[in-house]
């Protein structure tokens, strides 16, 4: 008898029906998300329940202590880990391939983590989009030295490429470093749902100057001419077209997209990298010092050397890294799915 396999995603058909109107407008040079749009159409009662859970969220992290927030994060996510079993396999399979090392009991102990922090990341994205610049302050700790250097680069002529990675923080560290040092772009996936749209765009512009669509390296060479600083995460398979074939932890192969390269032969731009992880009594954002001698003429390995200083960022908190996603959807041509399961 032939198993089942995992479906993870409505298609996008189905779901263009559900909605009535999508986001989907891509395209080379789309230009800058400088502000969220507003239509009568988000009020159509096949929108109310996404209103609500919005709605829920907001008054969550605004009238919930913070402490309280982190504890209902946790059993969420350990609901999330009993409930979504698509992700709890692809968790499963990612930290089998990332660290083949690790007994299977230390994989399933890390594997509930990463659920708990997932469920943390669910207050903590409406903590990024809704709390004031004056909370968000209190809860970031940086170094001095660190600050002070990430300063006076900002304020120079410089073009800031801040490579950062998907932690489940990720939404948090964007606004701490706008806030810390210099308020800039960010990369991100346009949603076809138009609330879920709106709602991110308007919270992730709280501090930023605009967004642009990860598929649009037209406009971010845009911004980065106007030295405005771009935070850019390279660590998810974005498949065989865009991506080459590097190690990515355990994996030999790990399609990486080369974006960091080809954006960092601008003129006068320096790669950054920057990150924020959970700790006791916050958010430690860390910012490095700019990458030397990069980028090279060599493609293949400035996208390793990428990848490896991800990996350090990873290794510091391995468990509030987005392990949920398909990491190594895409393999080599011949090789086996590395997710057999999944659809």
């Not at 074939?245 to 920057?274: C, M, R, Y």
């Amino acid at each position: 008898m032939t198993q089942k396999k995992i479906s993870l995603h409505t298609s996008f058909s189905k779901r263009q029906k559900q909605h009535r109107t999508v986001n989907r407008d891509k395209g080379w040079g789309k230009g800058l998300t400088e502000k969220a749009v507003f239509t009568r159409k988000m009020l159509y009662p096949t929108f109310w329940g996404a209103w609500f859970a919005i709605f829920t969220l907001y008054l969550s992290v605004k009238l919930i202590p913070y402490p309280l927030l982190m504890k209902l994060g946790k059993a969420l996510g350990k609901i999330m880990a009993r409930v979504i079993k698509g992700r709890r396999y692809i968790v499963d399979c990612n930290l089998k391939l990332a660290f083949p090392q690790m007994t299977e009991q230390e994989r399933s102990v890390l594997a509930e983590k990463i659920f708990e922090n997932s469920g943390m990341a669910v207050f903590e994205t409406g903590m990024a989009w809704f709390w004031s610049d004056k909370k968000i302050l209190k809860y970031t700790i940086i170094d001095d030295e660190e600050l002070e250097r990430a300063r006076a680069i900002a304020a120079s002529d410089a073009r800031i490429l801040v490579l950062t990675c998907h932690f489940v923080t990720l939404e948090l560290m964007a606004r701490m470093y706008a806030l810390t040092i210099k308020p800039g772009v960010g990369v991100y996936r346009p949603s076809d749902h138009p609330v879920w749209e709106y709602t991110q765009v308007k919270g992730r512009l709280k501090s930023n100057l605009a967004l642009v669509d990860r598929a649009d390296p037209r406009t971010m060479i845009r911004a980065l001419m106007k030295s405005l600083p771009i935070w850019y995460a390279p660590d998810q398979d974005y498949g065989r077209k865009v991506s080459i074939f590097v190690p990515f932890f355990a994996v030999e192969k790990a399609a990486t997209v080369t974006g960091v390269h080809d954006l960092s032969k601008i003129k006068n731009t320096l790669v950054q990298p920057s990150w924020t992880i959970r700790v006791k009594d916050g958010y430690r954002l860390y910012v490095s010092a700019p990458l030397d001698n990069f980028p090279t003429e060599d493609e293949v390995a400035d996208t390793a050397r990428c990848n490896r200083v991800i990996e350090n960022m990873i290794r510091i908190a391995p468990e509030q890294y987005l392990w949920l996603h398909r990491r190594f959807k895409t393999a080599p041509e011949g090789e086996p799915s590395r997710y057999p399961e999944i659809k």
